[in-house]
């Protein structure tokens, strides 16, 4: 997912995803859009610093700073981010009982095309439940609510997880997707999801622009 302030952009995605692919930050492709044949140009990298005192899961965050200025000059396609002051919503705001999406693509729903030669991926809307704070710091946990089931959550990891915030504008009530945090693991036969919140992901990029990460 991308994620941006005013000063920079960044990717986020979780750190055991690129460990699991057995793949360096030097050979990932991220393209902006399902048209793009440029990938974007990263110029620094963030990981969560370790405390004695928590667990490790909320550590499992990964950040990537986009080098804008070559992005703007070489890019191919739009670059569209989640506002990271403004559509951010930290999981502990939450009530018991809420409904939020996991917008991802998980690993069955992908496809090989073999004449181009390629691999489809399709992308998934998850319904889920709030289910309360898990037991692991700065982490939360959503039971998945939907008609569209899935046999392994495989490849959803790193997934934005939002709410949908209704709002006034004009006199008219709209929804505003804001980020509640990031998918981390889950099982199909619990139908239980884990998520870091959007705090964490929030003070990361805080840090990364102050320079303290």
């Known amino acids: 997912m991308l994620l941006a302030n005013s000063q920079h952009y960044f990717w ?15 050979a990932l492709r991220i393209f902006p859009s399902d048209d793009a044949r440029i990938s974007l140009p990263f110029d620094a990298q ?32 739009p670059l569209i981010a989640q506002d ?17 999406w996991i917008i991802g693509y998980p690993a069955e729903r992908n496809l090989i095309d073999y004449e181009q030669a390629k691999i489809k991926n399709s992308r998934d809307v998850i ?7 898990s037991v692991s710091d700065h982490c939360h946990v959503a039971r998945v609510n939907t008609s569209s089931l ?14 949908l915030d209704p709002i006034i504008r004009n006199g ?14 889950g099982t199909a036969s619990s ?15 805080r840090l990364a622009c102050d320079g303290d990460a």
């Open 12 to 26: 986020i995605t979780a750190s055991h995803v690129l460990k699991n692919l057995g793949g360096s930050v030097e």
């Open 46 to 77: 963030y990981t969560i610093k370790t405390s004695a005192s928590e667990d490790e899961d909320h550590r499992d965050v990964f950040a990537l700073r986009i080098a804008i200025a070559e992005f703007e000059a070489f890019g191919d396609a």
């Open 84 to 100: 990271a002051e403004l559509g951010l919503l930290p999981a502990e705001d939450l009530k018991v009982g809420t409904v939020l």
């Open 127 to 133: 319904r889920v439940v709030y289910q309360g704070a």
């Open 150 to 163: 899935l046999e392994t959550y495989d490849g959803l990891s790193g997934s934005p997880v939002f709410y």
């Open 172 to 185: 008219q009530e709209l929804l505003f997707p804001r980020m509640v945090g990031m998918l981390l693991r």
């Open 191 to 205: 139908q239980l999801v884990h998520f870091v919140s959007a705090r964490v992901i929030g003070e990361l990029i």
